[in-house]
């Protein structure tokens, strides 16, 4: 944690005051829309390719920590709300559907503009920020830095748009969420099972393949829609139903 010794105490406390309890962020609002009328245990979902589907159908009943470097927000767990049920299934056609409880969780909404501008200027002071911008090490730097930025301020959870689409499933005000784990001595944890999550398995079937395009800015639908798209509450409706009866459901964009 050294690098935060770089950092005025004033740039501190102003992204202090953004880090909030999660009954005072959106997240509480995306989690309302998605219940239904018994108001049973949130849910969330997250997409992966058929490959890698079998060790959710064998009953691990977690989810796992993604350490990629050049992720959005550092190693975390990425998922999405299910208030926004397709948005993230250019990432694969298996949706792998958990319980969560957030209500202790802080949250940092990077959705916001100013949000993420404290980041960007919380970044600018890092010594690694010569890393990032003059050598061919950005990924390396990048992940470090979201990392520390997570574990300085103690961060659960980031809200996050988008920043890889397809304008069948994904829309502009969708909102993604990367998933801090920690350690018994309170550090971020980095790889393996997370403990944000339980009780996960394989609950949707998307009809569609998908390419990287422009760089991985764009991910391509490879059939494209079959029919209208149906309307989010519609579709998470359906997944619940079908995480509730250990079934499958079959989606489309």
Known sequence: MREQLFIPQRLQGEIRKHVMKCSETRLAQLVDESMDEYRSTPLVIKYTSARLASSYSAGSGHLYISNTPGFTWGDATYVTPLAFPISSAIFGRVGVVARFDPTKWLVYDATQPLLEELYMRWTALQPRSRQLLLTCHSQLANQFMRNLFRAAFRIDCVLFKPDQRNRWYTRHGDVWMAVSDWDSSHELVHVGASGSF????????????????????????????????????????????????????????
Do not use: S
């Not at 139903?241 to 964009?253: F, I, R």
């Open 198 to 253: 339980t009780d996960a398995r394989v609950t949707v079937l998307t009809e569609e393949e998908f390419e990287p395009v422009h760089y991985d800015l764009r991910r391509n639908a490879l059939i494209g829609p079959l029919t209208p798209r149906e309307a989010n509450p519609v579709a998470a409706a359906k997944i619940r139903k079908a995480y509730a009866g250990n079934t499958l459901v079959h989606l489309h964009a």
